[in-house]
């Protein structure tokens, strides 16, 4: 037994594989840890994975392999991944953010290999990249990238066939970019109006006074603001992929993440009409599309860590 481990910004889940195939047992999710000490979301994911044997009849000790998907940014230290991941950690961009903690980082990859004998951790994006790579819409391209568009904005890259990581695993970290112009909209790293401030599943809900979702429906049923304002997001978002794609020379982008996967039928063609046509010698030939593992992308993410 292995254990699959997906950490966001707003959830964790845990499920065991026993290695035959795609199959995922005992998953379970909840609320990621935000509060108390910084050991808080290590003591989190062993506590589930606990709880998923406990479901399965599996002994703990029996379970000595861990893959963990984690949202980012990584500091290491002696060598291991802390999580600085401006969705958890409320030390980074201060009280003004509203997270219920003064961490600067969470402690992940040391106190996971106290407990598992084999323990790879990487970034949710590069994560979902090569699970896309492996069994969704990426598979048979050696220029391709995954976008998540969900709590936060996080990407992972491939060029030439090679998945990059850069000197802390943090390569792909998109979300911190500048796209626009913007002074008020204030980014869990301490940026204003980066990326993920300006159209982030979280900064949906601080700019526009209502959920993704909510602003999605009434975009999609026709009111003029929200569609205005969705416009507005695709944009943004638009010209965030199209830097990736004139950057890298990509073939495709396969996109994710829980704003864009509830509502993929509305936002891809508004996402798609930002890069075509622009520089069309480097942006000809580049497609984007939904991902193939759907919402299951991220459990999949952390079992294609240990194939």
């Not at 904005?153 to 500048?178: E, P, Q, S, T, Y």
């Not at 509830?262 to 520089?279: D, F």
Request: glycine residues 12%.
């Amino acid at each position: 037994m292995k254990a699959c481990i997906d950490i966001g910004g707003t959830k964790v889940a845990v499920s065991l594989s026993s290695g035959a195939g795609l199959e995922l047992l005992a998953r379970r999710s909840e609320a990621t840890a935000k509060t108390g000490t910084n050991d808080a979301l290590a003591m989190q994911v062993m506590r589930m994975v606990d709880a998923a044997c406990a479901e399965t009849g599996v002994a703990p000790e029996a379970v000595q392999a861990a893959g963990v998907s984690s949202c980012g940014p990584f500091v290491l230290r002696e060598g291991m991944a802390e999580v600085a991941a401006p969705n958890i950690c409320g030390g980074i961009a201060g009280p003004a953010r509203g997270l219920p903690n003064d961490w600067q980082t969470a402690l992940l990859e040391a106190p996971l290999r106290r407990r598992f004998s084999q323990v790879r951790v990487e970034n949710d994006c590069v994560a979902a990249l090569e699970a896309e790579r492996r069994w969704g819409a990426l598979q048979g391209f050696d220029h391709c990238a995954y976008v998540t568009w969900s709590t936060g904005i996080g990407m992972g890259l491939c060029v030439d066939g090679h998945v990059l990581r850069g000197k802390n695993g943090n390569a792909g970290h998109g979300g911190h970019m500048f796209v626009s112009d913007n002074d008020d909209a204030l980014c869990g790293c301490g940026n204003i109006g980066d990326l993920e401030a300006l159209v982030a599943g979280n900064a949906i809900s601080r700019r526009f006074g209502c959920d993704a979702a909510t602003l999605l429906e009434r975009a999609r049923d026709g009111d003029s603001s929200s569609r205005a304002q969705v416009d507005e997001l695709c944009r943004v978002m638009g010209r965030a992929l199209y830097n990736l794609v004139v950057t890298l020379d990509l073939q495709r982008i396969s996109l994710g993440g829980t704003v864009f996967c509830k509502h993929q039928a509305y936002l891809l063609p508004r996402l798609q009409a930002q890069v075509a046509g622009k520089m069309p010698a480097l942006t000809a030939g580049c497609e984007l599309v939904a991902a193939g593992l759907g919402e299951r992308v991220g459990d999949y993410a952390a079992l294609a860590l240990l194939v």
